[in-house]
């Protein structure tokens, strides 16, 4: 097998490694934030950098490996951005409609379904 | 409606269809090229009917510059919201009706996605007359401030596009 130059895994291990971090965070949010509406940024956050970081390293990695570039990933990208925002706002809105209660120092009021 | 049955109703979902095959497909050959072009026609013939008004995009190369905004909003927020998550104090959530200037509808959707996209806030509702968006906070201080800057850094190039 080939290795890649230094410098390439260099870079490749630490988009992993930031992208496992990203994805940690997002999940500990989901455990640790006060209430549903606050919950809900957890996922959709850790989705866009943790994942994005976790696609670029892959697609640096394979470009390097085989010598053609990569593109696969970018559609992994492209279909993850359309889905999370829809899933977020469908949550939401379910959890308007169940008059889930938010944390007692919220600012403003959910709209009645 | 009164455009021809064949052709291309929408012009750029025809033209995404056919990139985003040839990307699935792993490489253009000639098979790629004319399933994409199979796909391209058809799909937009079978849902013209879930396109009321074909949305008309002005200034493409708006849509460029607007993307590269996003993506570094969305590295830039994520170290932000990071810190939070691991710093004990309480967030202070807010939900924050935002006054919409875009009447597109498509400009609206994009709109919502991004501003979910972008940690720290989720779009939670369009009012049903369409001049309003509902927004979930996660931690904000200035009510007022949210709306200015997402007014300035994503609606104003939206308002671009779509007229």
């Not at chain 1, 130059?5 to 006060?34: D, K, N, T, W, Y």
């Not at chain 1, 696969?72 to 829809?86: G, I, K, R, S, W």
């Not at chain 2, 995404?16 to 098979?31: R, S």
């Not at chain 2, 849509?63 to 570094?72: A, G, I, N, S, T």
Request: net charge neutral; aromatic share 10%; charged share 15%.
């Amino acid at each position: 097998m080939e290795s890649l130059p230094f410098v390439a895994e260099l870079i490749i291990s630490a988009l992993l490694v930031s992208g496992g971090f990203f994805s940690l965070v997002g999940a500990l949010g989901l455990s640790r934030l006060p209430d549903f509406y606050a919950r809900l940024h957890g996922p959709t956050k850790a989705t866009t950098l943790g994942v994005g970081s976790v696609v670029i390293a892959s697609m640096m990695y394979f470009t390097l490996k085989t010598g053609e570039v990569a593109i696969a990933e970018v559609l992994v990208t492209l279909f993850l951005f359309l889905t999370a925002p829809v899933s977020a706002n469908i949550l939401a809105k379910a959890a308007m409609h169940q008059q889930v209660k938010c944390m007692k120092d919220t600012r403003g009021q959910p709209w009645s379904q | 409606m009164t455009a021809a049955r064949f052709g291309f109703p929408q012009p750029w979902l025809s033209v995404a269809l056919f990139i985003v095959w040839q990307f699935l497909a792993d490489g253009v050959t000639g098979a790629s090229v004319v399933m994409g072009l199979i796909l391209g026609i058809v799909i937009p013939q079978i849902t013209r009917q879930f396109w009321p008004d074909s949305p008309r995009m002005q200034k493409p190369w708006v849509l460029v510059r607007y993307l590269v905004v996003v993506l570094y909003d969305i590295v830039v927020a994520s170290v932000t919201v990071t810190i939070l998550i691991l710093s004990p104090r309480q967030p202070r959530s807010a939900f924050v009706s935002y006054p919409l200037k875009l009447e597109h509808p498509l400009g609206i959707t994009i709109l919502a996605s991004t501003i979910s996209l972008t940690p720290g806030t989720v779009s939670a509702d369009v009012s049903d007359d369409g001049t309003l968006l509902l927004i979930h906070a996660l931690d904000v201080d200035d009510d007022a401030e949210l709306i200015r800057s997402i007014h300035q850094r994503y609606e104003k190039p939206l308002l671009e596009m779509f007229r």
